[in-house]
């Protein structure tokens, strides 16, 4: 098994971009992973394009993409695990490069969500579980599916939708510090409990939003890694899991067993013993609030039932034990499904080597990162763990 | 508070853009919000499954006679709901339909205040999971009570009847 390094990361910015068709939109980000890494078109053996796609026009984004990318001919795929689907490009890129089938792997994630009108968008992403059983008689949205957890959460926990709203309040607040997040606006706890409930208790401002956006990922073994960069970020371990699609199938509403699985995986392999104090910074999937306080419980980083006691007394914020989502998270950020994993990555890169700056630049005393990518609702889970170090292989 | 359908944003879309072409040749409108130029695209899909049941036609033969039922495997006992025509614990496809129990507690719900366009014609709906005595887990719709009053824990009844709203056969979850 070769290591894995991220050389090169590149993102667009997120949010409505009426300006940028697909193809144009992934070029963004990729242009600037080329640009990090120092490598050209040439030097890529592969690329994998993550999108989930329904709701914008081209049916074959991976070509559509590798052709204006300047790509074409190398070995391609679309792949696709919902929300989680730019970690999965990542764990396919991973595999070519530590199986020594790729010096040097691509993954570009793209999504046009504001392609279709607005309630197309909302139909497509309430199908993404199980349709036949769970959608077409009985109409679930997305939110509504964390719903299902939120209501589950706050009854045995007794945590309260205010508990929710501090993860909002936390994401929104560093989403103002990064100029390309989809809302650079803060908000505050009364904002969010006023804003207008689209699945109770899960209010809009509870809610990740739809957005379009791009970002890129350039992998490469050591020798290349040595070749292009100083300073590579090391992968040092990817645990992927998954759930069942019906939701009915779940044992309990509490907790994604996916995510516990995929994390314990992840963990596991790259020899983390204590997660709570393991990490620098991580990026968790908050595409609804509920969401990332499970994100803290599912990994361990907090007792089952006491992650909203974590955001409520601010130790994910940093400087906190585990500053969690300073890109301002899905939650502000954006969530262009198909690129949101490698977004995570990318910024995980910049954290770690310190090119952040600002308010939102964690402190990096032991070089760790973690990023957390949940597809659906539990349906994938993708954990990775990334370090300055490359570790002994 | 009427949503807004998707067919008629649709509608209206189509016939701006008919009248960017007789007036320029070409279907371009401004963005509503941005006011970026956007290319209308003018080949509709309108999209409808063609689901097969054959494999699991006893459920809904069960289900229009008002009966919810589960799959059970005659070889190794395995129970499915939602129901499989085949066990993919032991690999067998012969199975036997048996009736799921009518009682139920309350796992998890929701209110879908913000609906998807294929439901905009229903009110606000609570979706409901509810655990039955034999350890299977159902997601219905839960009808006839007051969202503030519903509670986790709270006992349930199965229901398995036509819809109100478009005649068909289904099952909702009533308080016991």
Request: charged share 20%; aromatic share 10%.
């Amino acid at each position: 098994m070769e290591p894995v390094a991220v050389i090169g990361v590149g993102t667009s910015r997120f949010g409505k971009r009426t300006d940028a068709r697909i193809d144009e939109l992934a070029w963004e980000s990729f242009k600037e992973a080329l640009d990090d890494s120092g490598v050209t078109q040439k030097d890529i053996d592969q690329f994998v394009v993550s999108s989930l796609g329904g709701w914008s026009s081209e049916f074959l984004p991976a070509v559509v993409v590798g052709e204006y990318c300047g790509l074409a001919s190398k070995p391609t795929m679309k792949v696709e695990a919902a929300c989680a689907s730019g970690s999965a490009a990542a764990f396919q890129s991973y595999l070519a490069v530590s199986s020594g089938q790729a010096d040097v792997a691509a993954a570009i994630g793209v999504e046009k969500m504001s392609e279709s009108p607005m309630p197309t968008t909302v139909e497509f992403i309430g199908r993404a579980g199980n349709y036949f059983w769970e959608f077409e008689n009985f109409g679930l949205t997305f939110p509504g599916y964390y719903a299902l957890y939120a209501t589950a959460y706050m009854d045995r926990y007794g945590a309260k939708e205010e508990d929710l709203a501090e993860v909002a309040v936390k994401n929104h607040f560093y989403g103002s510090f990064n100029p390309k997040a989809h809302f650079q606006k803060p908000v505050t706890v009364e904002e969010v409990m006023k804003s207008k409930y689209v699945a109770w208790p899960l209010k809009l401002l509870d809610s990740s939003p739809i957005t379009d956006g791009s970002a890129a990922v350039i992998f490469a073994n050591a020798k290349k890694a040595k070749e292009f960069v100083k300073d590579p970020v090391w992968i040092r371990s990817i645990g992927v899991s998954s759930g069942t699609a019906n939701l009915s199938k779940r044992s309990d509403f509490l907790s994604l067993e996916a995510a516990r699985v995929a994390s314990q995986k992840a963990f596991s392999k790259a020899g983390i013993a204590d997660p709570r104090t393991a990490f620098d910074v991580a990026e968790v999937h908050d595409c609804f609030t509920i969401a990332e306080l499970l994100a803290y419980e599912d990994m361990g980083i907090a007792e089952r039932g006491k992650g909203f006691e974590m955001a409520k007394n601010h130790q994910t914020y940093k400087g906190g034990s585990f500053p969690a989502n300073l890109s301002g998270g899905l939650k502000a950020k954006g969530h262009p499904i198909g690129a949101t994993g490698l977004a995570m990555l990318s910024e995980l890169k910049r954290q770690l080597l310190q090119e952040i700056g600002g308010q939102r630049q964690a402190d990096i005393r032991k070089g760790w990162a973690l990023a957390h990518n949940i597809g659906g609702t539990g349906h994938y889970a993708y954990v990775t763990t990334l370090s300055l170090d490359r570790g002994a292989m | 508070m009427s949503a807004p359908s998707a067919l008629d944003a649709n509608r209206k879309l189509i016939e701006d853009a008919r009248k960017a072409v007789d007036a320029t040749g070409l279907p371009l409108l401004p963005d509503a919000k941005t006011s970026d130029p956007l290319y209308v695209s003018s080949r509709d899909l309108p999209l409808k499954f063609l689901i097969p049941i054959g494999k699991i036609e006893p459920f809904f033969d069960a289900l229009k006679s008002g009966t919810l039922t589960a799959t059970k495997c005659t070889k190794c006992g395995a129970v499915y709901f939602p129901p499989q025509a085949d066990c993919s614990a032991c690999k067998a496809s012969q199975v036997e339909y048996v009736p799921l129990s009518t009682g139920a507690v309350l796992l998890a719900y929701t209110v879908i205040n913000v609906k998807p366009f294929s439901f905009a014609p229903y009110g606000d709906y609570v979706v409901a999971i509810g655990r039955l005595p034999e350890g299977l887990n159902v997601l219905a719709w839960m009808k006839g009570m007051e969202p503030s009053k519903i509670r986790v824990g709270m006992k349930l009844k199965l229901v398995v009847d036509r819809r109100r709203e478009d005649g068909v056969c289904t099952y909702w979850f009533e308080s016991a």
